[in-house]
């Protein structure tokens, strides 16, 4: 990052970059077995201006720009199975580029009362090249050679004010991306490019921070969100560009320092995540995946919680920690008629500390040894589960040099 001083009101910041990735991975979850490989590389900048005028008014502009070169290979190696077929899927390369002006601007309207206004403007191209034969091999489609640009705005507004003791705030602001490569170029039989819209998510929250008393800070958030033109493949292996969700919740933090050596953090969060359109499944063993209009998105809890007691003596060399997790039920495919129940989980850490440069750290996660799941889904007529760690004990020693 290069920061420039051009005068006493105005800094000029430019972050140039360089990435470059490449990938090989077996598609084990699918009956071609194929192996996929996909790599690209990139250059771009980040540059802005930041103006700080009079009378608390400040400007922050700027222009954000990346081209990008990669590609996609997708091959099958095992004998052809149903319409998988034996041999090379997809072998293309897309060049994109991008450019993202932005302003935002922060005001005062009132004593104790300030607005910020902002927007960005996204534009991105993509030119795709085909690399072997254009239209359908099996159940796999390669488009022809094409060029797509999209083009979005995503406006934001928030309102702070001094209320209670703390800040309060209400917002808006809309989050925005173009379809991704793979759901534009990477094809299947009866499907098309055409018509994809960028993905698009309009959010509104409210909300309050500040201190109840000398010893309690409580922060506390309710939002509701649209997302609409969201890509995902449904259960008969098509790529649906139309998906529509919408999460309404609130989400609140409280911090509680009993004496200078014993804190207690809470936090909790409510939220319902439904499904906003309807997508019928015609395969029968994966009829669970069907989606309705009003269902609860699944893997997404109703209920989040947690809390963390600290003690922290100021006289001794030592601390201890003991944490509680709590996930709530939820269902485990769209149709929502598998449900994972929950879990609590209680973890324990403790240090000691030797000195200012040199500590042994100890920790026993899932005390109570408790079965659990990082994550469960349905799938295929079975019930999937990624098992969590049973009671895992840790020792570690620190040394800052």
Do not use: C
């Amino acid at each position: 990052r290069i920061d420039i001083q051009a005068s006493d009101t105005v800094t000029l910041s430019i972050t140039p970059f360089m990435r470059w990735n490449e990938m090989s991975f077996l598609m084990h979850f699918v009956p071609s077995m194929a192996l996929e490989e996909n790599g690209h590389w990139s250059v771009g900048a980040q540059s802005a201006a930041y103006i700080d005028a009079h009378d608390g008014f400040s400007i922050i502009g700027g222009v954000d720009w990346e081209y990008t070169e990669g590609y996609l290979r997708e091959t099958q190696s095992i004998p052809t199975v149903f319409s998988y077929t034996q041999g090379l899927h997809y072998d293309y390369n897309v060049n994109a580029l991008s450019a993202s002006p932005f302003l935002q601007a922060r005001f005062e309207i009132a004593q104790g009362v300030e607005a910020v206004i902002g927007g960005r403007l996204d534009w991105t191209r993509y030119d795709y090249i085909n690399n072997t034969a254009d239209g359908v091999v099996g159940r796999f489609l390669r488009p022809a050679d094409r060029r797509d640009g999209f083009v979005t705005a995503s406006p934001k507004a928030s309102l702070l004010f001094d209320i209670g003791g703390g800040k309060g705030y209400v917002s808006y602001a809309r989050g925005a991306r173009p379809p991704q490569t793979t759901d534009l170029y990477r094809l299947q039989i009866n499907q098309t490019s055409d018509g994809a819209d960028p993905e698009l998510i309009d959010s509104f929250e409210a909300g309050w921070k500040g201190a109840v008393n000398e010893r309690v800070n409580l922060e506390v958030a309710a939002y509701y969100m649209m997302k609409r033109n969201f890509f995902f493949r449904d259960a008969d292996g098509y790529n649906v560009d139309d998906g529509k969700t919408r999460h309404v919740g609130v989400e609140t933090a409280l911090n509680a320092r009993f004496t200078p050596s014993i804190t207690l953090d809470i936090n909790a969060s409510y939220g319902v995540h439904t499904y906003r359109f309807d997508r019928p499944v015609l395969s029968l063993p994966n009829a669970t995946e069907a989606i309705r209009y009003g269902d609860d998105v699944d893997t997404a809890p109703r209920w989040l919680a947690g809390a963390r007691g600290t003690w922290a003596p100021e006289s001794l060399p030592v601390s201890g920690e003991i944490e509680w997790i709590f996930v709530d039920h939820y269902f485990m495919d769209a149709a929502d008629s598998q449900t994972y129940p929950g879990h609590n989980l209680v973890n324990l850490r403790g240090e000691w500390r030797f000195s200012d440069h040199l500590k042994l750290t100890l920790a026993v996660r899932n005390v109570l040894d408790k079965l659990y799941a990082e994550r469960a889904d349905y799938a295929f007529g079975s019930e999937r589960y990624f098992p969590g760690e049973e009671r895992t004990f840790s020792v570690g020693l620190r040394a800052d040099l």
